[in-house]
């Protein structure tokens, strides 16, 4: 019998077809494929938690009790540690260089935001989203990993307010599809051009978002553009017997378009 996820998706795919004109377009098919992507995905995240628990596997953040639903986005690919996984290194060698805190804008559930407090035991991070229903799943899963003293859980952020940490060693992630133009202002905030900043940049929503960025911090900041790329993790056996669409699905971040990071830390 089909599950009530199958069903709802099955649903959904019915309806978008139904709603097309004559001839559909390759749009039309591209968005119905998407929604069949996610509906596999979401089967495949229940799945692993069914094998494994809602913990992480791999990654930075390997051995966090995670959610059984992400606030935004892919949730198998946070369970596996292969989400944006580009980003490790550029996050380790960050950490090597010492911080005393972190300011993620945009947290959702908080991966990055519990995930850090756990990796830096000598850390604070504060933890932003414009959300409810995100923020207090990010309240949650700190309270769960045993960071909730650490990880202070905000609402809207304005772009003065990087001003309240001038002169911390401080790691700036920015996440808000398209709102990193409005968040990130260096000429309202001075304090940013000391800070090491990783933002995900959305011209799919932002048009010429990316080459704002690049312009605002080029002269305090060395810039390193950062793309997806294929994913390499130990696979767990019972995804290992599935077919490669499975398998491809699984480490799929549901992005649209390609959003480029930027990693920008500030010139000596």
């Known amino acids: 019998m089909a599950s009530k996820l199958t069903i709802h998706y099955a649903t959904l795919a019915r309806e978008a077809s139904q709603a097309w004109p004559d001839g559909a377009e390759v749009d039309d098919l591209n968005e119905l494929m998407r929604m069949l992507g996610r509906w596999r995905s979401r089967v495949l ?13 791999g990654g930075p953040f390997a051995g966090m009790q995670y959610l ?21 290194p550029h996050l380790a060698a960050i950490e090597a260089g010492g911080l005393d805190c972190v300011i993620d804008v945009g947290c959702a559930e908080g991966y990055y935001a ?38 202070i859980v905000g609402g809207e952020f304005a772009p003065d307010g990087f001003e309240a940490f001038a002169g911390r060693r401080a790691l700036v992630m920015v996440d808000t599809e398209g709102a990193e133009v409005d968040i990130l202002q260096p000429a309202l905030s001075p304090a940013l051009a000391g800070m090491n900043v990783i933002v995900e940049t959305h011209d799919l929503y932002r048009p010429g978002a990316l080459a704002i960025m690049r312009e605002r911090f080029a002269p305090t ?22 077919p490669h669409l499975d398998q491809l699905l699984a480490v799929w971040e549901w992005r649209a378009r390609p ?8 010139k000596a």
Not at 45 to 57: C, D, M
Not at 259 to 266: E, K
């Open 68 to 88: 059984d639903t992400a606030a935004e986005g892919a949730l198998i690919p946070r369970l596996l540690g292969t989400y944006e996984s580009e980003l490790h």
């Open 45 to 57: 995240a229940n799945t692993f938690v069914h094998h494994h628990g809602a913990v992480i596997a």
């Open 259 to 266: 959003t480029p990071w930027l990693v920008m830390t500030p």
């Open 221 to 242: 900041h060395d810039i390193v553009r950062v793309e997806q790329a294929p994913k390499v993790f130990d696979m767990p056996p019972w995804l290992a017997e599935l």
């Open 114 to 151: 519990v995930g850090l407090a756990r990796a830096m035991p000598g850390v604070t991070v504060y933890a932003y989203d414009t959300d409810e229903k995100a923020r207090a799943k990010c309240a949650e899963l700190a309270a769960l990993n045993g960071v909730a003293d650490r990880v």
